[in-house]
């Protein structure tokens, strides 16, 4: 945690503290907004300005600072006034903007809702708001979260706070790179196939993808039911931990007892091939860090993977788009069909429907091959998984989060590595998040350093289902055991 000095009368001192308010944890920053060593008002101001001096990051949709400002304000009236404060006490924070906010617009990133406003916040937002915080802004992300890069033709790409010609990962693109340049400590993503994930990998911070169905995904722009779930985007494990308990309400205590003795299972025929010269030399020393630090790789061996994740992950979604985006729009009174809402996407957007999910689309997928997915392929998928954390009793599986570091913006199709391999964009950066998620397990994405051209790379840690606080718990001795990530340049 960033340390603050605390000026006479109790309150922070912002000009000589030894560290910014922009470096607080959400954790710190509510508990000193909640003892009235800063005020809630203070507290958005210093995240509004760095807002203001990032708008190069594109991070933002929807950004009104008055309103921010406004609610600031009210906070600092309730503490006064002796009211009881949530655990997010005056805390400002990004959400994602295919979030339903019934302040702000969500437009999902998509020219047909640019100025669609729900009627009602999603659940999600409401228990934030619920616990005291307060919504900094909407995010900007991948159009209709179709994608991993952000680079968003609607709205402007979204750029990677550690270099500004680089994709910060999508689709939740915004809130990562809000979280990495310090806009704010806390944010909503969300995932439905590396969504939370690969941004964090690319911006340098912490991504909580839990088990699909903690939390509530209503009033969310959807693409299938059976892979889509909101998570938190952070700097440290605690805050996903305080972010966990709110959302879902479980405050049990985390349990970090250091990593002696931890298995961590190494599946290295479908996780560790084909890596970036840079992602494995750092993905090693990683693991030698955690080795030292007590843990225990348990080497393993997950047959057929490949296969049903083929058959699965993405005919499923793009079976189930269709269904589920026209159903949401009929749900929350957006006054736009689906076929309207395509006719008007982005260029990309509509040829990768065309191709993939509209009637005819030589990528569409059949009823039959759906069924067989459903019924058949994804059940096998999840016994694969049950079985091999039953067997090799391991409390976590990792494994890089991506094959590359971050690529360049509009290097979407085919992506160099360092020592001049081909690889395509969708094996590069989803290969290695697809089956979490796909099979619904909680993921836990931490960085584990910096290329040599300063370019973030990070670990994931895939659990059993339903092991999610035991996760969190783990994730703060490993985030201890890897290291600090070193800031972006500016920050």
């Given at each position: 945690?960033?340390a ?17 308010l922009?470096d ?27 807002c203001?001096s990032?708008r ?14 406004e ?59 619920d616990a005291g ?8 992300l991948?159009e ?5 890069t ?12 550690y ?19 310090r ?13 939370i ?19 509530s995904t209503?009033?969310?722009i ?5 892979f ?23 405050w ?7 990593l ?8 290295r ?24 630090a ?21 005919p ?20 736009v ?18 191709s993939?999910?509209l ?6 997928t059949?009823?039959?091959a759906?069924d067989?997915a ?29 094959l ?57 840690f895939?659990?059993p289902?339903?092991?999610?606080r035991?996760l ?5 001795s490993?985030?201890a ?8 340049r500016?920050?």
């Amino acid at each position: 945690a960033a340390a603050v000095s605390v000026a006479r009368g109790g309150a922070v001192d912002s000009a000589s503290a030894a560290s910014p308010l922009t470096d607080l944890s959400a954790a710190d920053a509510v508990r000193h907004m909640t003892h009235g060593t800063l005020s809630a008002e203070s507290y958005a101001s210093a995240l509004l300005a760095r807002c203001a001096s990032q708008r190069a990051l594109n991070a933002f949709i929807s950004f009104e600072p008055e309103r921010v400002l406004e609610a600031a304000r009210a906070r600092d009236r309730e503490r006064r006034a002796g009211a009881k404060l949530g655990p997010l006490f005056g805390l400002p924070i990004p959400v994602k903007d295919s979030v339903n906010t019934k302040d702000y617009p969500t437009t999902g990133g998509t020219p047909a809702l640019r100025h669609f406003r729900p009627t009602e916040d999603a659940p999600v937002v409401a228990a934030l708001r619920d616990a005291g915080a307060i919504v900094l802004g909407k995010t900007n992300l991948h159009e209709l979260s179709y994608g991993w890069t952000s680079n968003n033709l609607a709205f402007g790409a979204v750029h990677n706070p550690y270099d500004l010609k680089r994709v910060p990962g999508g689709s939740s693109g915004g809130t990562a790179a809000a979280i990495a340049a310090r806009l704010a400590p806390l944010g909503v993503a969300e995932d439905t196939e590396g969504s939370i994930r690969v941004p964090a990998a690319f911006c340098g911070i912490a991504g909580f993808r839990p088990t699909t169905g903690r939390y509530s995904t209503r009033g969310c722009i959807p693409i299938t039911p059976l892979f889509d779930q909101i998570g938190p985007h952070a700097r440290t494990v605690a805050d996903l931990a305080l972010f966990d308990s709110v959302v879902a309400n479980d405050w049990s205590p985390l349990e970090s007892k250091g990593l002696h003795g931890v298995r961590l299972g190494v599946v290295r025929d479908y996780w560790f091939g084909d890596l970036d010269p840079e992602v494995l030399r750092i993905t090693d020393r990683a693991l030698t860090r955690l080795q030292d630090a007590g843990a225990v790789l348990v080497e393993g061996a997950m047959p057929d993977l490949a296969r049903l994740i083929e058959l699965t992950t993405e005919p499923m979604q793009n079976h189930d788009v269709r269904l589920e985006l026209a159903r949401y729009l009929r749900l929350y009174g957006a006054n736009v069909s689906f076929d309207e809402l395509i006719a008007q996407a982005s260029p990309d957007i509509a040829a990768t429907f065309r191709s993939d999910v509209l009637p005819g689309g030589p990528n569409v997928t059949s009823e039959a091959a759906y069924d067989a997915a459903r019924d058949q392929y994804l059940p096998t998928l999840r016994r694969l998984y049950q079985e091999y954390f039953s067997r090799s009793h391991v409390a976590a599986m990792v494994f890089p989060a991506t094959l590359v570091p971050p690529p360049l913006i509009g290097e979407e199709t085919t992506i160099k590595t360092a020592d001049g391999r081909s690889l395509p964009f969708e094996v590069a950066v989803a290969r290695n998040i697809a089956p979490g998620s796909t099979v619904g397990v909680p993921g836990l994405v931490l960085p584990a350093g910096l290329t040599r051209t300063g370019l973030p790379v990070a670990l994931e840690f895939d659990a059993p289902a339903s092991t999610d606080r035991a996760l969190l718990g783990l994730g703060v001795s490993l985030q201890a055991s890897l290291g600090p990530m070193p800031p972006p340049r500016g920050t």
